[in-house]
């Protein structure tokens, strides 16, 4: 069945340094990719989404790259700051409804 | 504006018990959400409503049931809850350019 693969499930970074969170989607039909921010004891919150007509997309720190061939997206947060740690989710989206999420990844960044 | 709102933030229940959350949103959405947030599990879909007036059964609907109440409000009854029903519970819109807006969440425990 359709599925996501996210990895790391978690991850630590010195404040300053980069974080790269990878996600790899089944379905080829797939077009639409957002990523998630879920502080803790709240809910996902969208930070940034791609769609398979792009290969790149940058807001400030926080970027997505996505390999439609390989079937590949990431996340890259450059110049973490500590509340940057959360947990983040990644998705992919067909446009039926159905959203698939991955299993997260927690981010964690020290000062 | 609002965006998404759930009730109650948090619940306990003895098995067999019933209870209703209630979720509303106030962005004019279409399409509406109930998941599931288990550990390691990622978000798991229950029941999705696509416009007012239709419901679908998502990834996991066994022991749920939904009413789409009008285009604000959609609401998740659990009709006799059991332990395996602990989670969290986020409730979900849709733009019509497939931007996710989620609630806080209720945090429900089973006993």
């Known amino acids: 069945g359709e599925n996501v693969e996210q990895h790391p499930s978690t991850l630590s970074v010195q404040e300053g340094d980069s974080a790269v969170i990878k996600c790899t989607y089944s379905d080829s039909a797939s077009n639409y990719f957002p990523w998630y921010k879920q502080e803790l004891g709240k809910g996902p919150q969208l930070i940034i989404d791609?769609?398979?007509?792009?290969g790149e997309k940058k807001d400030q720190r926080i970027a997505v790259t996505l390999n439609k061939t390989a079937k590949h997206f990431s996340l890259h947060i450059t110049e973490t700051q500590p509340e940057d740690s959360a947990v983040y989710f990644c998705a992919a989206s067909k446009g039926t409804y159905k959203y698939i999420f991955g299993t997260g990844t927690r981010l964690k960044v020290l000062a | 504006n609002a965006g998404v709102t759930q009730t109650p933030k948090f619940q306990v229940l003895k098995t067999g018990q019933s209870m209703t959350l209630q979720c509303a949103q106030d962005m004019n959405h279409n399409s509406m959400y109930w998941y599931r947030q288990d550990p390691g599990m990622g978000l798991r879909l229950i029941y999705y409503?696509?416009?007012?007036?239709?419901?679908d059964k998502g990834e996991v609907p066994n022991g749920y049931n939904v009413s789409r109440l009008n285009k604000r409000e959609f609401s998740l009854r659990l009709e006799s809850a059991a332990p395996s029903q602990t989670s969290v519970y986020f409730c979900?819109?849709?733009?019509?350019?497939?931007?996710?807006?989620f609630g806080p969440g209720t945090r429900l425990t089973v006993t």
């Open positions: 791609i769609r398979s007509n792009v």
């Open positions: 409503s696509a416009s007012e007036g239709t419901t």
């Open positions: 979900a819109s849709t733009s019509s350019s497939d931007e996710q807006y």
